[in-house]
Nanobody, 122 residues
Framework: QVQLVESGGGLVQPGGSLRLSCAVSERTIGIFAMGWFRQAPGKEREFVAAITRSGGSTNYADSVKGRFTVSRDNAKNTVYLQLNSLEPEDTAVYYC???????????????WGQGTQVTVSS
């Protein structure tokens, strides 16, 4: 069973930055494309970013393009999401997920972490 554990969330002021990490439990990270999603209270889970198995290609939601960066280090079994220029609208629980491609739909991902809270507020 593949397990994903997110970390790095917290409270940050508007305009601030955070780096989220997603640690994968087994040395299988190299076979998965990885995605980041977020879910705010009362809203559906939405796509944020995704990265291919090698890290050679990425995909971003329009709302975060230019502010967020997804990366991965397969040797460390870890995927990252750098969040810059944060806005109150970015407040949500952020989830990482493992799948087979640069998909934007949660149903296309097979394994999920438990999520980490990001709160952007002054």
């Amino acid at each position: 069973q593949v397990q994903l554990v997110e970390s790095g969330g917290g409270l940050v002021q508007p305009g601030g930055s955070l780096r989220l990490s997603c640690a994968v439990s087994e040395r299988t990270i190299g076979i998965f494309a990885m995605g980041w999603f977020r879910q705010a209270p009362g809203k559906e889970r939405e796509f944020v970013a995704a990265i291919t198995r090698s890290g050679g290609s990425t995909n971003y939601a329009d709302s975060v393009k230019g502010r967020f960066t997804v990366s991965r280090d397969n040797a460390k079994n870890t995927v990252y999401l750098q969040l810059n220029s944060l806005e109150p609208e970015d407040t949500a629980v952020y989830y990482c997920a493992a799948g087979t491609g640069l998909f934007r739909t949660p149903a296309d991902y097979h394994y999920w972490g438990q999520g980490t809270q990001v709160t952007v507020s002054s």
